[in-house]
Nanobody
Framework: QVQLVESGGGSVQAGQSLRLSCIATGYTYRMGWFRQRPGQEREGVAGLATGSGKTFYADSVKGRFTLSPDNAKNTIYLQMTDLKPEDTATYYC????????????????????????WGQGTQVTVSS
């Protein structure tokens, strides 16, 4: 069993930054951040292979968002800079603990169907 608790959402102006946190209990092989805008499907933002530390990003956030782990705290962070109004969404932390084989690359890590645990979500609102 894995439990995930996110925090760090809020309301900011465009161009500002926020950092989201996700504390995980239980071992995970992969973790990710996803977001869902109102009326839209959930989309992958960033993913992490917890063993290697390799990270993957959606094109829309590359260069602006950074996913980083703190293994001692069983926590991952999503540092979001230069936020845009289109980043407004509910952000979810996700984890996968089976270790089953995935095709390598960002497509797998940003596919929400590959994850089996989810946090409750945290709202990020960016105003122009």
């Amino acid at each position: 069993q894995v439990q995930l608790v996110e925090s760090g959402g809020g309301s900011v102006q465009a161009g500002q930054s926020l950092r989201l946190s996700c504390i995980a209990t239980g071992y995970t092989y992969r973790m990710g951040w996803f977001r869902q805008r109102p009326g839209q499907e959930r989309e992958g933002v960033a993913g992490l292979a917890t063993g290697s530390g390799k990270t993957f990003y959606a094109d829309s956030v590359k260069g602006r968002f950074t996913l980083s782990p703190d293994n001692a705290k069983n926590t991952i962070y999503l540092q979001m800079t230069d936020l845009k109004p289109e980043d407004t969404a509910t952000y979810y932390c996700a984890a996968e603990n089976t270790g089953r084989r995935w095709p390598p690359g960002a497509t797998s890590f940003l596919n929400d169907t590959n994850y089996n645990y989810w946090g409750q979500g945290t709202q990020v609102t960016v105003s122009s």
